[in-house]
């Protein structure tokens, strides 16, 4: 650098932000504090700078929730506190839980797969065999709660036949089938959205490209989906970022300490 100190328009210039994001940036603590001078311009250094790349590069996005967001906030909390080897150790690890939970994804999209020929190959549901469950029979062997259940049927995942003179909903081993999907897609971290996607598309019975219906939105979905409703693609475009931030972050270690 030619100067010492960088002003906020350098560094809004080198991530390409308005300078009024570098000033939240640092009353959110995704920068380090800054000092001013007796007029009170902030007097940012090449520290400030390799922090706003690294906030720019892997906490841009939202995260949704199951643990990402926290995992990325470590990667640069640690670097605002100048210690740069704990914040590529805190990047690795981020790294190695979005591909833990790519893995938890794609397991659960090849579980779906092999599961739906069954589904879409099978008669109408089961439910009026003896066997059939209750709605808290049904939450105890599934372990989630009746709640739950419910909440699944009211968002469209499943239709629960009710018995004709009681009333009550009755769980037959169709069903049961079809919620351990729905379970284990919801902890693999699938929206409802994009499951009443692939559910609907399998009801119609189709049961080819299940896992390209649970990761693409529909057209009238398309200003308001999460990154939950298209999760395979998130956790992609997640490891490029944290692959990224490890590099950007061996980059900085490897600079020579005279330049820092």
Known sequence: MDRPFLRTSDLARAVGVHPNTVRRYVDWGLLP????????YRLFTRHHLDCLRL????????YPGRGLRQSALRVVQAAVTGDMQAALEEANRHLALVQAEQRQADVAATLLERWAPSETG???????AAGSLLIGQAARLLDVTADMLRNWERNGLIAVPRDPH???????PKEISRLRVIRMLGQAG???????RMFRQLDRGENRDLRH????????????????DRWLSTL?????????????IGEILARPRESA
């Open 33 to 40: 504090p800054v000092e001013r001078t007796p007029s009170g």
């Open 55 to 62: 906030a720019r590069l892997i906490y841009i996005t939202a």
């Open 122 to 128: 099978s008669a109408v549901s089961s439910s009026k």
């Open 166 to 172: 009681s009333g009550y909903r009755r769980y037959g």
């Open 190 to 196: 699938y929206s409802h959205m994009a499951m009443l």
């Open 213 to 228: 219906a649970l990761d693409t939105p529909a057209p009238g979905e398309a200003d308001i989906f999460t990154a939950a």
């Open 236 to 248: 992609a475009e997640q490891e490029e970022r944290a692959r990224q931030a490890v590099a950007l």
